[in-house]
């Protein structure tokens, strides 16, 4: 018995390690070309976890392998501040203050309706642009007085009953925006918006990127310890899907690049990108900007609370025109996204 708890372990350890490596790996593999390697980004917080753990199982066995787990871990030291910080702010009356917010179609579809909720979160913070993801335009409204300047891009789909789509709202003149349009039928879309601030415009790209589609249901099936033909038959439809998904994703980050990597304008790419910091796709769109998070966020950084709040795949990047001053993450409105908010000066 004693033998086959060893042999476990050391699979499980292998595995482990295995698991890390790969997920450092994800952020430069395009998907495209090998998209196993996507899944173990998404879960490099399992594979962090699992190691530091196993870490603390070595250490209080007194067994030298945990210099293998260490050793992996402390390989992938670059990226464990994409995922945890602690930062001070450095905020002052008069920055420029965004956010953006996954409003899980304002609750529409749980029997609820959290528009004027949100309408009050927005009125509180002060916000000078924010990003509303997953609206249902026919279901709410942002005061007028309030935010002077909003356009809605809704969703371009043959059915769109409650019309889906993205709002943005603004208290500074959209001089000019445009639907980024992605090669494929999805539910999800992007677009940009140039505002002018005091003197000055910025390109706000709204982002909404291909979900995973990763139901309670499918975490709960999947976690099953008992592995029969029904099980077989519902993990390799699941990993088809989440296949389909994450090659989707890919291609929309590419359309999302293209249309922005020209612009005459400081860019501020804000939204629920579906992925984690371990990506490509957040590798490929943070490349020449920064990261809110990293340069002023504080704590674990997760974004999307369901099962339970673990994945950061809300984002703020920007251009060095400008300087972050301040980042925080909110769950005052109801949704399964948090709320995240930057502030910023023009660099000097």
């Known amino acids: 018995m004693r033998n086959v708890i060893k042999k476990i372990l050391d699979i499980l350890n292998g595995l482990a390690i295995f698991g890390l490596f790969m997920a450092y790996l994800a952020p430069y593999v395009d998907p495209q070309d090998f998209w196993p390697i996507a899944f173990f980004g998404l879960s490099y917080k399992v594979w962090f ?16 392998r ?16 994409r995922n945890i910080q602690f930062n001070s702010s450095s905020y002052q009356s008069g920055d420029l203050k965004v956010a953006s917010f996954n409003t899980n179609v304002q609750q529409v579809y749980n029997g609820g309706n959290t528009s004027k909720e949100i309408d009050s979160l927005l009125h509180a913070n002060k916000y000078d642009v924010a990003v509303l993801i997953e609206w249902f335009d026919k279901k709410g409204s942002i005061n007028r007085k309030e935010y002077p300047h909003q356009q809605f891009v809704n969703l371009n789909a043959l059915s769109n009953r409650y019309n889906y789509g993205i709002r943005l709202v603004s208290k500074h003149k959209i001089i000019n925006w445009e639907r980024i349009k992605y090669a494929h ?19 706000f790209v709204g982002t909404h990127l291909e979900s995973n589609m990763i139901s309670s249901n499918d975490y709960h099936t999947l976690v099953k310890l008992e592995v029969d033909e029904a099980y077989k038959t519902y993990a390799l439809k699941f990993f088809k ?3 389909s998904h994450i090659l989707l994703r890919s291609s929309q980050t590419k359309t999302v690049l293209e249309a922005v990597k020209n612009s005459p304008y400081p860019v501020v790419i804000l939204g629920d990108l579906n992925d984690t910091p371990q990506s ?18 504080r704590g674990w950084g997760a974004t999307y609370l369901k099962p339970f709040p673990l994945l950061r ?4 990047l920007y251009d060095e025109e400008l300087t972050c001053t301040d980042y925080k993450r909110i769950r005052a409105a109801k949704s399964d996204h948090a709320l995240v908010e930057a502030s910023f000066q023009w660099a000097k």
């Open 49 to 64: 976890l699992g190691n530091t753990f196993l870490v603390v199982l070595w250490l209080s066995l007194k067994r030298i």
């Open 66 to 81: 945990w210099i293998y787990n260490a050793a992996f871990l402390l390989l992938g030291t670059p990226f464990i501040g």
């Open 185 to 203: 039928k999805t539910t999800n879309m992007a677009a940009y918006f140039d505002i002018q601030i005091n003197g000055e415009i910025i390109r």
């Open 241 to 243: 899907r989440l296949k």
């Open 280 to 297: 490509f796709t957040y590798e490929l769109l943070r490349k020449g900007r920064k990261d809110a998070f990293i340069e002023k966020g």
């Open 313 to 316: 795949i809300d984002y703020i």
